[in-house]
Structures are given as C-alpha cells and as structure tokens.
C-alpha cells in the first residue's frame, strides 16, 4: 500500500504566526491530495483538498500545495487563531484507479498560543 | 440533512461477546470504508467497499468482518472482540474515493 510520512507530528506557533504541515507520499498514481482537521472529542471534517492537475488551491487563511514530481504536498496556514488547535491529517488517494485502499498520515497536532 | 450516522457512540464488552457497530448513509455514496484511530497511530483503515456486495481489506483487517448488502449500509462486525480491538472506530463515505465524510465515531472498550 501507499507509504504516508507527515511532518511534524506536533506544532506550537503563537497567535497570528503561520503554520505549514507536509505530506510526502510514495504512489506515483496519486491523483487527490486532501487535508482534514479534527477537533478534539469530534470527527475529522474536509478542509481542503487539491487535485492532480493544480499545483495550489487556497480558500481564505488556508492553502495547499502540490509537488507531484517530489511526490509531496502542504497544507499552509496563515494568521493562526487559537480555533485551528486540532490534529491535521493528510490521506493522498489515487481516485478512479479501482482500489480505495486509504492511508492516512499519523497526523499533525497543531497547538496556537494566544 | 447529509450524514453518516454511526452507532452506538460508546460500547463496553467483554472478550469473546460479538458485537456489531452500524454505520448508515443517505448521500448515495458508493464508497464506504471503516477506521480505527488509536493514539499515535492515526487513523488506519480496516476495510473498505466500493459497491454493494464488493469489499476489500486494509490496512488492519484482522479480527473484524464487514457486509455491504445494501449500499447505504456498512455494518462493522467483531466476531469475538479481543481487548486489543478497544479504540475510537469511525465509518466514512464519499463519491469514488473523493472527500469523506465521517460518523461521529463509536468508542469501545473491550474488557
């Protein structure tokens, strides 16, 4: 199956500074590239996610970026509020290649002092 | 409302009694797959299925089975639940593996 490594595993930045997780991933026919968020005690939800044909895709504070020939991509957050506290998992999938096999990086806990 | 609705939120058992966690969704999805999430190991999947009557293993398969006999539903069975199966289980679907969208999680503990 896919080898996921995600960098770092824990993050503390002060209110306002940014913050940037990266994801490296080993299936060259990865085509979907998403980040989820999860709060404590809740679900993990979609914060954002690019595909293939895009090298970056931005809403509001967040970002991501793809490096397809690194085989990498990077959720970037800018002007951090305590409300981003939450562990950030990558799961880069190849969609429409007939296996949904998924596997998630271990996860990034980012902690925003105020 | 678009959801997965997964049940029960909270399971104590003990070794050996079978249990079944249910995990439903009224989105259409044909993708549907069950996680595990266990401190400082993420969230690895057990099994997933792409269809009604099709499903595949991965990455933990062992020690729990699934059906999918209709595609809204994806049951998650422990035949006899060993206490190294205690942890946060999540069910999730999506479009043909695009953005999933997780139940509110069932936390066991098998004593």
């Known amino acids: 199956g896919e080898n996921v490594e995600q960098h770092p595993s824990t993050l503390s930045v002060q209110e306002g500074d940014s913050a940037v997780i990266k994801c490296t991933y080993s299936d060259s026919a990865s085509n979907y590239f998403p980040w989820y968020k999860q709060e404590l005690g809740k679900r993990p939800q979609l914060i954002i996610d690019?595909?293939?044909?895009?090298g970056e895709k931005k809403d509001q504070r967040i970002a991501v970026t793809l490096n397809k020939t690194a085989k990498h991509f990077s959720l970037h957050i800018t002007e951090t509020q305590p409300e981003d506290s939450a562990v950030y998992f990558c799961?880069?999938?190849?969609?429409?290649?007939?296996?949904?096999?998924?596997?998630f990086g271990k996860g990034t806990k980012l902690s925003v002092i105020p | 409302e678009a959801q997965v609705t997964q049940n029960p939120r909270y399971l104590i058992t003990v070794t050996g009694k079978k249990l079944t966690v249910t995990c439903s969704q009224n989105m259409n999805h044909e993708y549907m797959s069950w996680y595990r999430q266990d401190p400082g190991l993420g969230l690895r999947q057990i099994y997933y299925s792409m269809n009604v009557e099709v499903t595949d293993k991965g990455d933990v398969p062992e020690g729990y089975k699934v059906s999918r006999k209709e595609k809204r539903n994806f049951p998650l069975i422990l035949e006899s639940p060993s206490p190294n199966q205690t942890s946060l289980y999540f069910c999730?679907?999506?479009?043909?593996?695009?953005?999933?969208?997780f139940g509110s999680g069932t936390q066991l503990s098998v004593l």
């Open positions: 799961a880069p999938i190849a969609s429409g290649a007939g296996s949904y096999q998924l596997t």
């Open positions: 690019i595909r293939s044909n895009v």
């Open positions: 999730a679907s999506s479009l043909r593996g695009g953005k999933l969208f």
